[in-house]
Every structure is written in C-alpha cells, then in structure tokens.
C-alpha cells in the first residue's frame, strides 16, 4: 500500500506527529475502514499553547490531557459530555497551524487499519470563491475518539470537497430516542449527530459516528429543486414544522462557503410545491435508509 509517512516528536509533552509528509512504500496487507467518533472538545476544553505550524497529537491518558488542555464550562448551546474513557480511546488531534483569516478547514474523513498500521486520512479547506471571512488569525483543528491502540498512526492528506448536506427529521416534543435524527452527506463519508437537541442546528457542537461511504453528496444533491438552490445563503420554512408537535424535516445545503438552511412542515402545506414535496419525500426516505 503507498501512502504518505510522517516524521514523529514529541511536542505539548504527547505524542505528536508532523503533518509534512514524505512517500513511503510498504505492503502491509489489506486494509479495513475503521469507525471513530468525532469529539467536539472545544466545547469543553481549551488548548494551552496553539500550534502554528501543522501538528497532529494523541492523547493517551488524563494526565495528558490535563498537562495539554484547559478544562472550562461548556460553551455549546447544548451540553456537552466532556469526559474520555482512557481505558478504551484515544483522542486524536490535527491542527492546521496559525490561519491569516478565517474560511479555513482541517478535518479527519476516515481511518483505515491493516496488520502493522492504522492510516488517518484528512483534507484541508481554504477559502472559497464568494465565502464571507473575518480578517482575524485562525487556528483550524479537528478531534476525534479512535479505540486504544498499540500501532503507530500515520496521516495522509487527501484532496476533499467540504461541500455537504445536512438532512434530518425532527419532532420538539417527541421524548423518544429516535425523535431527533440527523446525517452529514459527504462525498467522502457519512456523518450520524448524536442526541441532537431540538431546535438546535449547529452541528459543529455534536459527537457524531461515520460510516465511510463516497459519493453521497453529490448522489442526494440531483435531488434538490431549483426554487431551493435559488436560495443560497438564505433560510427558509415551508408551512409551521413541528406546531403541535406534528413534526418536520431539516435541511442544510453548504456549497461554495455559503449554508443553505430548509424547514418543511410534514403536513403537505400550500407554500409547498409539487418538487418541494418530492424533496421532503426523498429526505425522509433517506433518513429511514441510514438510521
């Protein structure tokens, strides 16, 4: 298998591995997609000393975590469990290093595993033609809960699109497990939030699980009517979704830096045309699909 070999030090007192890559060949037999989950740690923790140039870290123990990362209250609208179980994960790290502006992007897309090595493959995102940026220095990073392991981790860079899709079905007053159901389609994997909270559409603050499947993005975006495409940017809500608790179906469209946000009320409502409502049929039968 060729793949891309990082050089390994130690920085922040953990184990870390530089992100600037050089070609490396080996056979190590087959490899098998390994799940993990994200981990929104920012929400909880702050990191002591940032990184200006790229920087991959592993955390191991508490200990390390707490030499490396300032424990604060939650900042996500939603709560947020702050806690690893060391005994069973490892938390993996990426930084991008200091960013001019902001509009800039690092994230995990998947993991592969063979017989003497687990491969962490990423992307970068600068910004987009047209994406609205703030003139302030950045420090783009991702995180995410990999099983203990004894192998070494090497990261490959990939090219990526960050365009995706967001698509989900609600119901505020529902108190079942299922009420909430959200996914992120990627051309490069499949993302299911955990415990959504209702009316709280930030996806950036959930842990999430992935399924590491190409093409789901621009398979379900042939779906979208033009009169939503139009939008671009805008929000907009078709009938009153979720009054007295009926329900309703959410969508995201994030293309070219700029989000797209949908509402739709289940009940088949005036303002709802004949491609909206197919639309709210795929989105539902998509849903049922991945849950």
């Known amino acids: 298998m060729k793949k891309l ?19 490396f060949n080996t056979d190590c037999g087959p490899d098998v997609d390994v799940p993990f989950t994200g981990f929104p740690l920012l929400c909880n923790y702050s990191v002591k000393t940032l990184p200006n140039n790229p920087l991959a870290v592993l955390v191991r123990t508490q200990n390390e975590m707490d030499d490396n990362f300032t424990k604060h209250a939650n900042t996500c609208p939603v709560a947020s469990d702050p806690n690893i179980d060391f005994t069973k994960n490892y938390l993996v790290g990426i930084y991008a290093g200091v960013k001019p502006t902001s509009g800039y ?22 910004p987009q033609a047209g994406e609205q940026i703030t003139q302030t220095p950045t420090y783009p990073s991702d995180f995410i809960l990999i099983n203990k392991t004894s192998k070494p981790i090497i990261f490959n860079r990939t090219t990526e699109s960050p365009d995706n899709i967001v698509i989900g079905t609600f119901a505020s007053q529902c108190t079942g497990a299922d009420c909430q159901k959200f996914f992120q389609l990627n051309d490069f994997n499949i993302l299911k939030f955990q415990n959504v909270a209702a009316g709280s559409y930030t996806f950036e603050q959930y842990k999430y699980t992935n399924t590491t499947k190409r093409g789901e993005y621009s398979a379900f975006v042939k779906n979208v009517p033009a009169e939503i495409l139009a939008l ?16 309703g179906v959410y969508f995201q469209l994030r293309q070219t830096g700029t989000i797209t946000k949908i509402y739709i009320d289940n009940n088949d409502t005036a303002d709802q045309s004949d491609a909206v409502k197919a639309f709210k049929k795929a989105i539902k039968d998509k849903v049922t699909s991945l849950k």
Do not use: H, R, W
Not at 232 to 247: E, L, M, V
């Open 5 to 23: 070999m990082l050089g390994l030090f130690i920085a922040f007192g953990i184990s870390a591995c530089s992100l600037n890559n050089e070609d």
């Open 105 to 126: 992007e690092i994230k995990m897309t998947s993991i592969v595993e063979n017989m003497c090595e687990i491969v962490i493959n990423f992307y970068e995102k600068s």
């Open 232 to 247: 671009k940017g805008q929000t907009k809500t078709y009938g009153s979704p979720d009054a007295a608790d009926q329900g």
